[in-house]
Nanobody, 129 residues
Framework: QVQLVESGGGLVQAGGSLRVSCAASGRAFSSYRMGWFRQAPGKEREFVAAITWSGSKTCYADSVKGRFTISGDNARNTVYLEMNSLKPEDTAVYSC??????????????????????WGQGTQVTVSS
């Protein structure tokens, strides 16, 4: 059983920074992929970023590219999402997800929520204008 626990959400002003974390437990994650998704009120869940546990591949949504950075700490079984230059439209519940699907070179295979079988409960990020 895989467990994912997010932390680090909060309220920040536009232009500010925030880091959210996802602590994973329950399995060896050496072959896993980890993803961050977000869902704003009244909107569908959308892909934000993904990383293979080896760190060899990262993928980003166009809306966050250049502002957000995903990284992992294997020793702590934790994945981070560093968010800079935050905008009010980044306001959402951010959830991390994991799965042990095969490695693909194309980011397309990391962006769908259906690609992930394990999910955390989410953490709220609110960006004020």
């Amino acid at each position: 059983q895989v467990q994912l626990v997010e932390s680090g959400g909060g309220l920040v002003q536009a232009g500010g920074s925030l880091r959210v974390s996802c602590a994973a437990s329950g399995r060896a994650f050496s072959s896993y992929r980890m993803g961050w998704f977000r869902q704003a009120p009244g909107k569908e869940r959308e892909f934000v970023a993904a990383i293979t546990w080896s760190g060899s591949k990262t993928c980003y949504a166009d809306s966050v590219k250049g502002r957000f950075t995903i990284s992992g700490d294997n020793a702590r079984n934790t994945v981070y999402l560093e968010m800079n230059s935050l905008k009010p439209e980044d306001t959402a519940v951010y959830s991390c997800a994991a799965d042990d699907r095969a490695y693909y070179s194309a980011c397309y295979y990391y962006t769908g929520a259906y690609e992930y079988g394990y999910w955390g409960q989410g953490t709220q990020v609110t960006v004020s204008s």
